[in-house]
């Protein structure tokens, strides 16, 4: 297919991260773009003020008539739309052209030297600093992120001068086996997604099938530990502190935050100063410089890179910091992450009382890592716990929150996103944290602004 031949471009889900970037190419190059979404939030809001039509309404009628010409009409759709949605079943009814969000990014970074970053978690912090280090550079480049670029505040990215494309490589649904990138970065392999992939093996083999669609002669660069086959291909490792090809030395903190030496396999770049907050994002920004200087990025443009880096949406973001109170939002919503978040905010605040509220995401998810939820959340000094956001999911019977709850070590409450502006009232906290990928980011708001009413007293 050419997608130069579609006019118009209807997408279902369109307030999803990686759909709206993708919504906002086709708008800033001239097509009619028209979407569904189930409900507004600071996204869809931003995507309308940029002229991008919505509904939020699923029902048939609501699909406007210019976009129910088949001939001119190309429908996107995330996979995580359920299969009986009825636009999409409408669409397909009447014989559309339709693909999925990962096929439509194929499609558009087939020609380009395409940058993909893949891992169950990491990838969107570890795309956004590549995609800054490469728009500050003499390289310049397209990106299709997962997040958005505090810098640049949006996930799209474009550039008329580069032929670089830097795109998160998403493995649920195994969508990333819709690209072939010129160099591919992998951040990690930890079991998720279970739901789609039955065990930990079948989402490893997953990650090697990535692997296997790096076009020939290309660059695969891995966190040191997986195992991962890469005939014909160049590969190299990172590490925070093991060797690597990639690693950090001499990591110290400095005003709240790192400075380390680059060790790389032409030498060490001395004192890199990272203006991004959390030990594991030094992980992310060594993943970030590996890709950047294999492909080019002088040690000059990516030491200015490095310092001026403002971070992503609801990853490690500082809400309110000051002596009295920190409140940070974090988008971390799998086992792992929620230790290296805890673990990070821990050693950046040693003395102070952490309060963390968290609400799982799937219920499916909740299931399969009960147990390991609990042993993060147990590095937190109280835990408030959300109830389950289903997502796309339907409730799993005797799978709720309590299952986490019932090992908590720590003192703990489950409430309702109703209750939980009010049991805040009651409390004092030194460091809060607000963990999740479903909807507590609407909670965010109402947080800081209790907050700064508290401290004006």
Sequence with gaps: ??????????????????????????????????????????????????????????????????????????????????ANHPQLVYFKEQQFTIKKRAQVLGLLSDNLNGIGIAGTHGKTTVSTITAHIFKTSALGCNAFL?????????????????????????????????LHPQLALITSMDADHLDIYGDENELEKSFQDFVY????????????????????????????IEKADFCAENIKLVEGFYQFDL???????????????????????????????????????????????????????????????????????????LWESISSVRELYPQKKITGIFQPHLYSRTRDFADDFATSLNLLDEVILLEIYPARELPIEGVTSKIILKNLRVPSKLCSKDELIELLREKDFEVLLTLGAGDID???????????????C
């Design 442 to 456: 609407k909670l965010v708001e109402p947080i800081r602004n209790l907050i700064s009413e508290r401290l004006k």
């Design 263 to 337: 060790v790389h396999p032409e030498g060490v770049i001395r004192e890199l100063m990272f203006s991004y907050p959390g030990k594991i994002n030094v992980e992310n920004a060594i993943a970030a410089s590996a890709v950047a200087i294999l492909c080019g990025v002088e040690e000059e443009e990516l030491r200015k890179a490095l310092s001026t880096f403002k971070g992503v949406r609801r990853r490690f973001d500082y809400q309110i910091r000051n002596e009295k109170t920190v409140f940070i939002d974090d988008y971390a919503h799998h086992p792992k992450e």
């Design 1 to 82: 297919m050419r997608i130069e031949d579609y006019k118009n471009i209807y997408f279902i889900g369109i307030g999803g991260i990686g759909m709206s970037a993708i919504a906002r190419y086709f708008n800033s190059i001239g097509r009619n773009v028209f979407g569904y979404d189930r409900m507004t939030t600071q996204l869809t809001t931003e995507l309308t003020e940029e002229g991008i039509g919505m509904t939020f309404q699923e029902d048939v009628s609501q699909i406007p008539a210019m976009y129910q010409s088949k001939d001119d009409t190309l429908v996107v759709y995330t996979p995580a739309i359920p």
């Design 146 to 178: 997962g997040g958005i670029s505090r810098n640049y505040q949006s996930n799209l990215l474009l550039s008329k001068d580069s032929d670089w494309m830097i795109l998160e490589a998403d493995e649920f649904d195994r969508s990333f086996l819709q």
């Design 213 to 240: 669609h790096i076009k020939k002669g290309g660059i695969l660069v891995h966190k040191k530990g997986l195992v991962l086959d890469h005939d014909q291909l160049t590969a190299y490792t990172y590490s925070l």
